[in-house]
């Protein structure tokens, strides 16, 4: 069966380090999006991608970055990781490029912790 | 820029009761209009979607939404509450003139037996 993967699932950290999270999918789809979920401020987007070489800026882009070498990754970069980024992280896929009436299919989530 | 607002982070009913999740938004204009639903420690899962056909949407597990413009609203119902149904809602915007979605700070529900 088709599925989104994220890892690692827990991931702890110390400030100033590089982090990147995984996020692969097999459904073959064109959309790929990343966000945060943090108490009382639900999800907010970080970074999305329609295809292959696309990246675009979410609400909340600062200190993240991402690249799609191909259809299936979509890895989350923190640059230098900082307490405030202490949050649960979900990637998301969807099918057809920039469509944004479509189902997101989400991941399992990534809990990352900063100290 | 689109956003959303869910009015109650914490809704609780007992098993069998209405269940009102409201959602309002704003879009300058026709938005397209989600609800996902998030058990405990697990990604999202689409409920509903509204993409500008029927303006009653009804989804899985028995819920529905009704769009009203004149109303900016977007409310998730269900006729009767399961203990299954405790979860996190979120209602979610898209702005077709836009290319990102935006989601509401989610509301808890909480079923009694």
């Known amino acids: 069966d088709a599925e989104i993967t994220q890892s690692p699932r827990h991931k702890i950290t110390e400030t100033g380090r590089q982090v990147t999270l995984a996020c692969h999918q097999t459904w073959n789809h064109n959309n790929m999006f990343w966000y945060r979920q943090d108490l009382g401020h639900g999800l907010r987007l970080i970074h999305y991608?329609?295809?292959?070489?696309?990246?675009n800026k979410g609400e909340v882009s600062d200190g993240y970055s991402v690249s799609r070498s191909n259809t299936e990754d979509l890895p989350l970069t923190l640059e230098s990781a900082a307490s405030s980024q202490t949050s649960v992280y979900f990637c998301a896929s969807s099918e057809s490029r920039g469509r944004l009436q479509e189902t997101q299919y989400f991941g399992p989530g990534t809990r990352l912790l900063v100290l | 820029a689109q956003s959303v607002t869910q009015l109650g982070s914490h809704v609780s009913v007992s098993e069998g009761a209405l269940v009102l999740l409201r959602c309002n938004y704003s879009?300058?204009?026709?938005?397209?209009l989600f609800w996902y639903v998030q058990y405990p420690n697990q990604g999202l899962q689409l409920l509903l979607k509204y993409t500008s056909a029927a303006t009653l949407v009804k989804g899985i597990n028995g819920f529905e939404a009704e769009f009203k413009k004149s109303e900016t609203s977007f409310h998730l119902t269900k006729p009767s509450a399961h203990m299954s149904d405790a979860a996190e809602y979120f209602c979610?915007?898209?702005?077709?003139?836009?290319?990102?979605?935006?989601f509401g700070a989610g509301t808890r529900l909480t079923v009694k037996p």
């Open positions: 991608s329609y295809g292959v070489q696309d990246t």
């Open positions: 879009s300058s204009v026709p938005p397209y």
């Open positions: 979610a915007v898209s702005d077709p003139g836009n290319n990102d979605m935006r």
